[in-house]
């Protein structure tokens, strides 16, 4: 059974920063491409941030230059650092895993104050 689980959200002041985790069981996590997303009230549910098995990564535009996925493979974790925060950070983070299949964690809010 697969399982992933998010930690690292909280409340933070516009400017500063926080490191999300998410730890992965029940998988290979080395061979599996990994990432986060995120889910701000009343919007849909939108890619933030991937990373394939090789690490090559992507961003979306929003967190260019701000935020930097990376894991552990070692760990079976996968992190998202996140500096510079803007209150339009604002949502539920998911750690997701996998492509043809695709398991999601159970979220953790990231809430950033102006």
């Known amino acids: 059974q697969v399982q992933l689980v998010e930690s690292g959200g909280g409340l933070v002041q516009a400017g500063g920063s926080l490191r999300l985790s998410c730890a992965a069981s029940?998988?290979?996590?080395?061979?599996?491409?990994v990432g986060w997303y995120r889910q701000a009230p009343g919007k849909q549910r939108e890619l933030v941030a991937i990373?394939?098995?090789?690490?090559?990564?992507n961003y979306a535009d929003s967190v260019k230059g701000r935020f930097t996925i990376s894991r552990d493979n070692a760990k079976n974790t996968v992190y998202l650092q996140m500096n510079s925060l803007k209150p339009e950070d604002t949502a539920v983070y998911y750690c997701?895993?996998?492509?043809?299949?695709?398991?999601w964690g159970q979220g953790t809010q990231v809430t950033v104050s102006s």
């Open positions: 997701a895993l996998g492509i043809a299949t695709v398991y």
């Open positions: 029940g998988v290979i996590f080395s061979i599996n491409t």
């Open positions: 990373i394939s098995r090789s690490g090559s990564t």
